[in-house]
């Protein structure tokens, strides 16, 4: 019997028995965004393999304070860390595994049709600038839709979230305003509106609340049937979020990506035609060198190298990027790094 541990809600770790002698368990932590496709690997791989990934949604930040203390094999993060972040850490790689667009999801009934809006409208929408849905800036960029006369109510994230990150990166990017103001982060000082705690509680808030508006991961959006923004791109093409036009948005990143994967891969330039402009890459974080002594990074190792490579099809079943071949063999390469008690893992 193999003991380890899971999850209780505030993300620390219980203790779990297992009932097969050889199972190796993996516990992790972070990233609400990936958590879907993280889960669907964990199940596909453990069907060929003694391995069980045990993964919990707490958020970005949350996974990356997890990591800091110790706890769990690896944390996912759609934000990954800076240099000045690391400072105090152990090594940590830094694996891109997938990538995905950030929806603005909204709830306005009788709209009739599906919303548009530029960047600095947005911006101008969550820096509570705009707070009408009738608002000129609105009916400008939606001719012919009869607006209703209802206050806006914003709905963001309240937890670090690596879905944060991205989403306020893209409205540093193109709005000065709200850089000034707000800035971008795991979490930012939000002028106004609702909290929640996970995506799941920003959907089900906006799906519930009528004239609310907010934002989250494709595959959430989906699996709740919520309306979805078009938002225009540096190309003046209004596009809707999906795996394609992600992928259009990572794509046009390959050459600052190569240089460093940390790179944001939001408001792509007006040569990427197609892309989404709020997309971004998630992160696998693991400690270079796990001291553990049974295996487990090697078996981490494996499991990720099957993340990407033959996991990369299943992305896009569950709304998610396959990789650009640049970027997967980068992440190929970093997996190279890893070792156990000093030594390389194969």
């Excluded at 990356?64 to 972040?85: T, W, Y």
């Excluded at 494709?218 to 979805?228: D, G, M, T």
Aim: with cysteine; aromatic share 8%.
């Amino acid at each position: 019997m193999v003991t380890g541990c899971n999850y209780s809600e505030d993300g620390k770790p219980e203790e779990v028995k297992y009932q097969t002698t050889d199972v190796q368990p993996f516990f992790a932590s972070g990233s609400t965004f990936i958590a879907p496709l993280i889960n669907r690997w964990g199940a596909d791989y453990e069907k060929t393999h003694k391995v069980h990934v045990n993964y919990h949604p707490i958020g970005s930040g949350g996974g990356i304070k997890n990591l800091r203390e110790g706890v769990g094999a690896f944390a996912a993060s759609d934000a990954p860390l800076s240099d000045g972040d690391l400072k105090g850490m152990p090594e940590i790689v830094q694996i891109p595994v997938t990538a995905g667009p950030v929806c603005v999801i909204y709830n306005v009934p009788g709209l009739g049709s599906q919303l548009k809006l530029s960047g600095k409208t947005l911006a101008g929408i969550f820096a509570g600038n705009i707070i009408s849905w009738e608002d000129p800036a609105i009916a400008r960029e939606n001719p012919g839709i009869k607006l209703p006369h209802a206050a806006i109510v914003v709905v963001h994230r309240s937890d670090g979230s690596g879905t944060t990150a991205i989403f306020t990166n893209y409205l540093s990017k193109v709005s000065p305003e709200w850089l000034s103001k707000f800035g971008n982060g795991l979490s930012v000082q939000w002028q106004s509106g609702i909290g929640g705690d996970g995506s799941s509680v920003v959907i089900n808030t906006v799906k519930h609340t009528p004239g609310t508006i907010g934002y989250t991961e494709l595959s959430y959006a989906k699996q709740e049937s919520v309306a979805v923004a078009a938002i225009q791109n540096r190309a003046g093409e209004y596009v809707t979020p999906s795996p394609k036009s992600a992928f259009l948005a990572v794509n046009a990143f390959t050459s600052e990506l190569a240089n460093d994967l940390r790179t944001p891969i939001v408001d792509p330039p007006a040569t990427a035609k197609g892309a989404y402009p709020i997309s971004g890459l998630s992160f696998i974080l693991i400690p270079k060198d796990n001291t553990h002594g049974r295996g487990e990074q090697q078996a981490l190792r494996d499991f990720l190298g099957y993340s990407l490579s033959t996991g990369q099809d299943v992305a896009e079943q569950l709304s998610y990027t396959k990789l650009p071949p640049q970027v997967q063999q980068q992440g190929e390469a970093l997996l190279t790094q890893l070792t156990e008690s000093g030594k390389p893992t194969k």
